[in-house]
Nanobody
């Protein structure tokens, strides 16, 4: 499945942003989904994941309590609601799909990746 992340842009610290991820020519309901991010000069890191059925979620400590992952298997989309954004959240955000029912945190557990969308948080 090919993935497309969207919703990035420039925001002020403290504001919110919602990212979306949709497939090209496929569906999500066979996959657990995740969001990762990569800041300039840093390695890609796990942000959040959601199980195939949407009943289980997992968050990195850095975003816990501020970000919320969700999915709508009817609309065929996965979302990342990002609240109380901080300058350190600035990164390219990637969605990824995993052929499994369960969440996972390592990037190596994901089989399909989108191109990413840039979120820039100014102070």
């Amino acid at each position: 499945v090919q993935l497309q992340a969207s919703g990035g842009g420039l925001v002020q610290a403290g504001e919110f942003r919602r990212l979306s991820c949709s497939p090209f020519g496929g569906t999500f309901y066979n996959y657990a989904m995740g969001w990762f991010r990569q800041a300039p000069g840093r390695e890609r890191e796990f942000v959040s994941a959601i199980s195939l059925g949407g009943t289980r979620t997992h968050y990195a400590d850095a975003v816990k309590g501020r970000f919320t992952i969700s999915r709508d298997n009817v609309k065929n989309a996965v979302y990342l609601q990002m609240n109380s954004l901080k300058p350190e959240d600035t990164a390219v955000y990637f969605c990824a799909a995993r052929t499994s029912v369960s969440c996972a945190t390592p990037a190596t557990e994901y089989h399909y990746w989108g191109q990413g969308t840039l979120v820039t948080v100014s102070s």
